[in-house]
């Protein structure tokens, strides 16, 4: 069976650590060093499942798309979203006022896209004190959205929960497309 490709879109604010996610999770580096993505940068990672899946899928092509980040004067341009399969919502635990617009960038993927996978990244976890850091995960919590794969503390330079927060939304997109076949 052929590898599948989808879409994938990493949203939220500026400066959240969407970027250092991504070369987190595809090229297995990290750096200090802030770069603004301005429009949108796309990077491809092949997912493999070693067939320890019921469909024997396997693998997926994510198509990563790096939206530069939405701020009070700029929002995200909604057209980048259109047929995603999936999305990750990154937060800095570090400034509130993000995590407060993650409802925000929630709702505008939901409005563009009817289907998908979503995953919730508390990302720069290691700034924030552990006891604090779950309480804001449990005030602002989406576990009742049933598009939400999960939330995580993430960590882009500790390498914390990057990898599983990918894997777990890429199941959840094959999931979805082997319920939906027709959606190839």
């Known amino acids: 069976m052929a590898t599948l490709s989808k879409k994938i879109c990493l949203v939220g604010d500026f400066s959240v ?28 990672k092949l997912v493999n499942f070693d067939n320890d899946r019921p469909d ?9 798309w790096d939206i530069e980040g939405r701020t009070d ?28 617009n993650l409802e925000r960038h929630l709702t505008m993927f939901y409005s563009v ?23 804001l995960m449990t005030l ?8 939400v ?6 960590s882009a330079k500790l390498d914390l929960n990057v990898d599983r927060m990918f894997l777990d939304l890429s199941n959840s997109i094959l999931d979805a497309q082997v319920l939906k076949p027709s959606h190839l």
């Open 149 to 154: 794969v999960g939330q995580y503390a993430t």
């Open 73 to 100: 004067y700029k929002p995200i341009d909604a057209s980048y979203l259109r047929g995603a399969s999936g999305a990750i919502v990154v937060a800095d635990s570090s400034r509130p006022e993000t995590i407060t």
């Open 17 to 44: 650590g969407k970027t250092s996610l991504i070369r987190r999770f595809v090229d297995r580096q990290f750096s200090d060093r802030y770069l603004s993505t301005i429009g949108v940068k796309i990077s491809k």
């Open 56 to 64: 024997q899928l396997p693998g997926l092509q994510l198509m990563i």
């Open 113 to 135: 896209n009817q289907v998908g996978s979503v995953a919730i990244a508390f990302n720069k976890s290691d700034l924030v004190d552990p006891s604090t850091l779950q309480k």
């Open 140 to 147: 602002n919590s989406f576990s009742r959205e049933h598009r």
